[in-house]
């Protein structure tokens, strides 16, 4: 059996060391921006996120009042408008009986429809985030899913409102 010999001219040594240098320059420079574009949130799924947070976050000793505050700040005019009038009222007094005291954090969200703007109506998107919320009189955590509305006002994304189960169905009608 014979012996096959490679010689490797140092010219070609130089040359393929300089293309593994640029191929992992442009590695590093290229592969964590690509990684980037596909985990940074969108905005409307911070959006989403942000005010699925602050709809469930409740805390009975700091009041309706305060709770109230912390969603209009991540909520568009109308969510704000509807938070207010409607949602508040009806559901604070069981927060109140109840002493719920809970800080949520959203672990996941997950892109359900994207309803183009049309006329009047904004682009909206509604959005089901995953929360886990840790209770805190009993540190006991509960993980959940709500679907939430968010749409775009005057290019960027806001936090409507978190659609209860007849909601969601009539959507999915729509």
Same mark, same amino acid.
């Given at each position: ?9 140092? *010219? ?14 442009? +590695? ?13 949130? *969108? ?7 942000? +005010? ?10 700091? +009041? ?7 969603? !209009? ?6 969510? !704000? ?16 009986? +109840?002493? @719920? ?5 959203? @672990? ?24 886990? !919320?840790?209770?805190? *009189? ?23 409102? @978190? ?12």
């Amino acid at each position: 059996m014979k012996r096959k010999e490679f010689v490797i001219r140092p *010219k070609h040594l130089i040359i393929g060391l300089l293309v593994f240098i640029a191929v992992a320059i442009l +590695g590093f420079a290229i592969v964590p921006q690509v990684i980037s574009n596909f985990t940074t949130p *969108k905005p409307a799924e911070i959006a989403a996120r942000e +005010g699925a947070q602050a709809f469930l976050s409740t805390d009975f000793e700091q +009041g309706q009042e305060a709770w109230v505050n912390n969603v !209009c700040k991540v909520a568009s005019y109308e969510g !704000c408008t509807i938070i207010k009038q409607t949602i508040a009222p009806m559901l604070w007094a069981s927060v109140e009986r +109840g002493e @719920v005291r809970q800080t949520c954090q959203a @672990v996941q969200a997950e892109l359900v429809t994207d309803t183009p703007a049309k006329g009047e109506k904004a682009h909206s998107q509604v959005w089901k985030v995953t929360l886990e !919320c840790v209770d805190a *009189k009993t540190t006991k955590a509960n993980t959940g899913d709500v679907n939430v509305l968010v749409s775009e006002h005057e290019q960027s994304w806001k936090f409507d409102f @978190v659609l209860f189960t007849q909601e969601i169905q009539n959507a999915d009608q729509q």
